[in-house]
């Protein structure tokens, strides 16, 4: 029990010093007529604080308290004493604070979240409301010396102000800040909803000027494949428009047993045979078996429309599918790359001999040939005719003509002596070098699913049938055109993500001449691919190519002589050729969704075109500028221009 009462005495000594030292921090503010700068030192010592003071500072303080305060009730009553004389404490480090003019001190940057009576900085970011409607709302809330903005970028408020003030505006944005629109969905029965979202979107416009828009304030999306419009808005605004789509549906019952429709995009003549199959369909049958009347459908082509005549059901369905299939279809520029590069070297080298005996005697006959021009006895049997019979004539033409298919180097001796013996002997010498760089381009456009075809070459005769009448009356030749050139057959089709399938035809032809001197019928180079293959939308793949190499050696001459060291060359006639060819043909395809690109692609085409014809004209005569702007009745380019 002792030791009880002397616990609770211990426990009432300490809570009497306790209160005695909270006591000793409160203080009695009482000023009269005191000066600003000395008042603000009192404060200073007061509160433990340190204060910058202004030199521009300036004023009389009287303060009258009725009874004690703490030091932080009394640095609240030290901010609300500033602001009252127009001044303010900015903070500018921990315990340290700046005496301003309250103007500048709310331009020197207050901090986020400050405590009450100081500047303090917010950033408040709506969700529903618009931040630039809400500043135009709370601009009277706002201190004199504070500020409020709107950010459109995150649809937020900035707020520089007292931090007392800045709360009070935070709590009147929070209440702007809510979501009072509401979502409805409208099924419709006779309208489909695109039209009907067409219809609504027509009245958003106010009637007059000055109407309240709040009226419009709502959003609308049609729902095809349920045929119902969703409508999201202020609540009044839904409801009117409910009723609205509601009564239009109703009116509409008896007006949709047929309907016009123009296609934008797809041909009448290719979506009628679809659109009769799916009528025949969604055709129901009543509860005899019979069917009920089925949906007329026609297709007007001078305006590309669709007529359909059917109950509202069928008509609302066929609508559907028409819309469905009434799209924009994306187009593909195929461009084409060919490189051919070929190199054909040739060597010949061959002597030809002749000598006969003498006129009249037995003198053995000698002659050594190869096949090359000029022939050696087609030359001596000209040169050896006298007569003007018309064996001579084909002697002489016939050395003629063997002198003229020779080609390289030629030299010859030959003649005849006194006693009749011929004697003759020409040397053949030919290297040839020939090598080609082809690159040729061609490109097409064309829709998604549908087959284009480019040439760019000529029609070559070939002859196809010759007749010859009795005794060579009357004889007639039969020959058909054929393309010669470039050619390109392409059938894209886009599958998802911009995979691009194409079956192409890429075919590069050529004539290569006569088949032989005694037969004029030509002959033609083909190389031609076909395939289909999967490519990504602006990358270059390689279509195809052909590496190929023909070496050719051809040694002929006399036997056991051609074989002699050194001598034996004059029996012999040696002919090598070589011949590389390196085909490779890459494609590339492009998909051109919409005019952009359509535009993107047409400039760029445009200014190579352009450039390469000033470069081969050098600047003469008219240029591609001054064509394209005469089209489009334009003043032509100045010259000298880009």
Do not use: W
Not at 47 to 60: A, E, H, K, L, S
Not at 277 to 287: C, E, G, I, M, N
Not at 469 to 482: K, L, M, V
Request: hydrophobic share 45%.
């Amino acid at each position: 029990m002792i030791v009880r009462i002397a616990a609770i005495l211990a426990s009432l000594i300490l809570l009497s010093g306790v209160c005695a030292a909270q006591e000793s921090e409160r203080t009695t503010l009482n000023f009269r007529n005191a000066d600003m700068t000395a008042f603000i030192e009192d404060m200073a010592a007061l509160t433990g604080y340190t204060f910058v003071v202004d030199p521009q500072i300036r004023g009389v303080v009287t303060i009258t308290s009725q009874g004690p305060v703490t030091r932080e009730e009394a640095f609240q009553v030290f901010l609300a004493t500033l602001r009252v004389h127009g001044f303010s404490a900015v903070p500018t480090a921990p315990g340290v604070y700046q005496i301003r003019a309250e103007r500048e001190g709310a331009r020197s940057g207050a901090p986020l979240g400050a405590d009450d009576g100081l500047f303090s900085t917010s950033v408040v970011r709506l969700q529903s409301a618009s931040a630039r409607e809400a500043v135009r709302t709370l601009a009277s809330m706002v201190s004199a010396v504070g500020t409020i903005m709107a950010l459109e970028s995150g649809n937020s408020v900035v707020i520089v102000d007292y931090a007392s003030n800045i709360a009070a505006i935070e709590q009147a944005l929070r209440a702007l800040d809510r979501d009072n629109t509401v979502i409805e969905m409208v099924e419709l029965q006779n309208v489909s909803a695109d039209e009907m979202a067409r219809i609504i979107e027509r009245l958003r416009q106010p009637a007059f000027q000055g109407e309240d828009n709040r009226r419009y304030a709502f959003n609308i999306a049609p729902v095809p494949a349920s045929n119902t419009l969703l409508i999201r808005g202020e609540a009044s605004a839904v409801r009117d428009i409910i009723a609205l789509a509601r009564r239009v549906d109703a009116v509409s019952r008896s007006n949709q047993s047929f309907r016009v429709i123009a296609l934008s995009h797809a041909d009448g003549a290719a979506l009628l045979p679809i659109l009769e199959q799916v009528s025949v369909s969604l055709t129901p049958a009543d509860s005899e078996g019979s069917t009920a009347r089925r949906a007329s459908i026609a297709h007007h082509a001078p305006t590309n429309t669709i007529v359909v005549n059917a109950d509202p059901d069928q008509l609302r369905e066929l609508e559907l599918v028409i819309r469905q299939l009434d799209v924009r279809r994306p187009q593909v520029l195929v461009e084409a790359i060919i490189v051919e590069i070929s190199d054909q070297a040739a060597r010949d080298l061959g002597l030809q001999l002749l000598l006969s005996g003498n006129e009249g005697s037995a003198t053995p006959f000698l002659a050594t040939r190869y096949g090359a021009s000029p022939d050696i006895l087609a030359v001596t049997g000209g040169l050896t005719a006298r007569g003007d019979d018309e064996a001579s004539e084909t002697l002489r033409e016939a050395a003629i003509q063997s002198l003229l298919r020779s080609s390289g180097a030629l030299i010859g001796v030959g003649g005849q002596n006194s006693n009749g013996a011929i004697f003759g002997a020409i040397l053949n010498a030919l290297e040839a070098d020939t090598g080609s760089n082809i690159l040729s381009k061609p490109s097409i456009l064309t829709l998604d699913n549908e087959e284009a075809s480019i040439i760019v070459g000529q029609q070559i005769p070939i002859t196809t049938g010759e007749v010859l009448g009795a005794n060579n009356s009357n004889p007639f030749r039969t020959i058909e055109r054929q393309d010669v050139g470039v050619q390109l057959r392409v059938q894209p089709q886009i599958s998802d993500g911009d995979t691009i399938r194409l079956h192409l035809r890429q075919e590069v032809s050529s004539v290569a001449g006569p088949v032989s001197q005694t037969f004029a019928e030509l002959v033609t180079n083909n190389r031609a691919i076909e395939t289909t293959v999967l490519a990504d939308n602006g990358e270059i793949i390689v279509l195809g190519g052909l590496i190929e190499r023909d070496e050719q050696i051809s040694d002929s001459g006399v036997p056991g002589l051609r074989r002699i060291p050194v001598l034996g060359r004059a029996f012999r006639n040696e002919a090598r050729s070589d011949r590389r060819t390196n085909l490779v043909v890459f494609i590339r395809p492009v998909i051109v969704r919409n005019a952009a690109d359509m535009r993107a692609l047409a400039l760029d085409a445009y200014a190579t075109a352009s450039a390469e014809q000033r470069r081969a004209t050098d600047g003469r005569g008219s240029s591609l500028e001054d064509l394209v702007h005469m089209m489009m009745d334009a003043p032509p380019a100045e010259s000298g221009g880009q």
